[in-house]
């Protein structure tokens, strides 16, 4: 199917691409890597009667070294987020949660922060971001500001993001030295996460003294565990599994034709001790 009809504005920089928004109004799609939005407008799901594509915000792009954290800009593809040093040493849950996603081809055009605006809950980049306790940088007419992950994630396909504004820079603590896992269930490659487990831990001697555990399609958004977090300090690799028998606590994962929902909470408690196992180098 081919979409409507609408105008193309490709702005260079972000104060550009605000003024086209804020003229453009509530008839406007932003457009990041595209691998979701274009579906969308080739099904006609959405009509705007302008896209504002940040392809040529060469300030979006690239990671940097903040000192007590690393940022990501909003623009960066999944394939330089995977092969980054940085991204790597500091936040390694990242790297190994995108380089699951999709093929090669999805991962040279998809974004981190266009999957992170359109909030897919069976999306594999916001249990990790929301595990690693990120921060997100919007802006919009008002200025900057700031947002935890955990305050980012409003519903289904919705976030912190309002009409008119921007995701520029996603900033995530160092967690040098922590081990990490990203245990993705599918029924056939390069699906969409069936449920997730996005792991990491700090550890001692064989004993967590550390946990951050985020969910995948366990709800209409990405999910924490602190159940499980809170159960794992002081735990090893032999006893994982009462620690992890609470990974599906508070969650409300979907019904459909992949799995029903207890289906989908019986998974979350295997992937969860998989994942930290894992991030043990177990």
Sequence with gaps: MIPATFDYA?????????????????????????????PILRMRLNAPEKVVDLGRVEALRGVRDGGDHIAIGSMTPYSEVVGNALVQEHAGLLAKAVET???????????VGGALVH????????????ALDATMVVVGPGGERTVGAGEFFHDL????VADGELLTEIRIPKHTGWGSAYEKFVRVSHQWS???????????????????????NMGSTPLRATAVEQALVGKGTADLAD????AAEGTNPPSDLNG???????????????????????
Excluded: M, N, W
Aim: charged share 20%; with cysteine; glycine share 10%.
């Design 10 to 38: 490709a702005p260079t920089s972000v104060e550009e691409a605000l003024s086209v928004l804020a003229e453009a109004g509530d008839d406007a799609k932003v457009l990041a890597g595209g691998q979701s939005l274009l």
């Design 157 to 160: 396909f919705e976030t912190a």
């Design 260 to 282: 029903d929902a207890d289906y989908r909470r019986h998974l979350a408690t295997v992937l969860t001790r998989r994942a930290v196992q894992h991030a043990l180098g177990g």
């Design 194 to 216: 069936i449920v997730a487990v996005a792991a990491t831990v700090k550890a001692e001697g064989g004993t967590i003294t550390e946990a951050r555990v985020g969910l995948t």
């Design 119 to 130: 909030a897919d809950p069976a999306g594999d980049v916001g249990a990790p971001v929301l």
């Design 101 to 111: 996603v999709a093929d090669p081809q999805i991962r040279h055009r998809g974004t």
């Design 243 to 246: 620690a992890c028998a609470a």
